[in-house]
């Protein structure tokens, strides 16, 4: 699982490989029915803990060894069903607050989905700097309600777990709860700010009236700037003609024209018109937590822009840190009891192997094949060796099973001569439960073409040539940074970022993606992987829909002046309405497309196979750089024999395991 780690979260998605430490081997999650030798291998006899799953006809299919699979503590507790288990099962611990402050904690992470992004941990697009303040000055506004009861909740779990004197007090350092009061007083000094101003304008008002009685009602107006209303008041001079008029200037320094009106009927008069026209002016003075939260919004709105995200923010993660203190606590002390237990055995037995895998590891197969993504996935800006392997997986014979087959064709223009095969798959090689990235769609495209494979790559990498071939691409390409290989990157990968117009009826999808290019010398393949992130030299525009998107281009050595290409897409295009229908169409088009594209680029850039490329190489996306940076890294790798590798000493691994089982 790749992991992103944000600040305040403490590597919270981290947890996971920290606290599986202690088992036989390391693992990661395998795709979901991945038919393979590692897992065609299985006992004539079904064990203990087997289930035989049937097919439309009744006929087995697959055999379920729930022996295979160790529980996972994140993804445990990101699925309400198992996460309830494990509950239940800390009731005989005799530890309240940490089962109290859980419920509660899910509570909280359910109100903030609505102004807050789990994934990419920032404050929503709805929520931005450009609505905050419109939305805050709402009555009825989500966002405003949303943070009033995110401030309440927050308000009563701290009174509740943190505070010295709270009745569940939690058994957590004194830094982690110094830390978070510390960030409760950063988020509620806007209430502070305001109050200053208040004060400071009722000052300023008595010192102009020279009048003490009008200071309390002065505290009860409402935060918008006051200003007194334009009237003509008549007074005792008005039979002779005289009046008083005041603009809407500041009562502080507008100009009177008066006879011998009274100056505190005059601040009366305004303190009244004020409170008609606002109803939240009781709740400013009021103490109770309710009123003290919708008191707090209220100063929220009229906080500069970059003030109010700044605020948000915080509070939506205040207690990230304390909820990671309390899974590390649980996972080392309970946790490993808790999963290889009976009743985790027959509660994942009951559930069936689908549920399971979205919680557990396959151990049979290993940390390096067992390869499964979650959204976070697509927001870590980070290329790793586990996604070349799970590129070179979708490419072998042991996953050819899995591909269902949209059509194939032969290619005949003058003198060239390509196929191609288009082809889905249903595995979905996702973790936990997440809607954000259930739409996940996987597709492969294989390309003969009659070109070696040293010219075949460049065209990935040419401005002009991915124009031609790719014609869903809009062609404003950027690339921002690269960055060099170092002890957390272990490949050179190029941050750049390009449209897509998918049709006339959608609007244009945009990915900003981390990319990289390497070659493996034991089978003379350039391989070019891509993978949506988020990084700070890129900000997403407004009008585009940015996608969840790792797409791979391989060019394999297949023969002399011969090379067959593979296009790996496995995304969601966030479409409103995601048919099957669509997706299959989506493919075939790009399937004939690239086929075409990339015959035609290398017809006319080597004339037709005769000479070397003959243009010096647009590289737009930097992936030159990239390839030649990974290759001084790595002069004699090869990926595809590391994976075989893996593969082999997994096989080993359930032959020794079936011979035990059988003796036993």
Known sequence: ???????????????????????????????????????????????????????????????????????????????????????THLQSFSIPEVISFLKDMWKYKEKRKNIYNGTTMKIEHSTSVENLQSSFASTFSLQRKTVTEL??????????????????????????SSLLLKRWGAINHIKNTVEVKQSSFAKSAKSFFNSESNESDMFSIDLDTIKLPSTTTTTMASSVGTSYTSSNNNPLTNTIVAGSLDMDTILDETVTDKMERSSSVHSMSTPNLDEDSGFFVK?????????????????????DSVEFYVYNDLALEHFPKFKKSKEVKNFLLQKGEEFTKKISINMKLGYELDIRYKAKDFVNPLITDKDIYFTIMLCTDAYKSEWQLLGEKV???????????????????????????????????????????DEAYKVALDRKAKLKCDPITLGDFDTYKVDDLDVKRPLSIAFSSESYNIGKLYKTREATFVQTLVFDRKTNCYINIAKTAEFEEKKKSKDKIPVDLLYAYMFKHSGPNKCTLTYIYFGDLKLSLDTDMFFKRFIKDRAKALSKGFSKILAERTSYGNHSWNESVDDVFCLQECLEKNMKAYPQRSWFDEYNAYLERSKTMERANSKQNLNN
């Open 299 to 319: 100063c929220l709105a009229h906080a500069l822009p970059n003030q109010i995200q700044e605020t948000v923010l915080k509070l939506c993660q205040l207690f």
């Open 1 to 87: 699982m790749i992991s992103f780690t944000p600040t305040g979260i403490l590597g919270l998605k981290d947890l996971g490989a920290r606290i599986e430490k202690d088992a036989k081997s390391p693992g990661f999650l395998s795709p979901r029915g991945m038919a393979s030798p590692a897992t065609d291998v299985s006992p004539k006899t079904p064990r203990r803990g087997t289930i035989l799953q049937q097919n439309e006809n009744g006929e087995p299919i697959r055999m379920f060894e729930v022996d295979d699979y160790e529980l996972q503590f994140v993804e445990m507790m990101e699925v309400p069903e198992s996460r309830d288990l494990f509950l």
């Open 411 to 453: 290619i005949e223009e003058k003198y060239l001569k390509t196929s191609y095969q288009a082809y889905i798959s249903n595995q979905k090689f996702l973790l936990g439960e997440e809607n954000s990235n259930s739409n996940m769609k996987l597709a492969k495209i294989d390309i003969q073409l009659p070109f070696p494979v």
């Open 151 to 176: 401030h309440k909740l927050a308000q009563d779990m701290i009174g509740l777990y943190i505070e010295n004197d709270a009745r569940l007090q939690l058994n957590i350092s004194s830094e982690v």
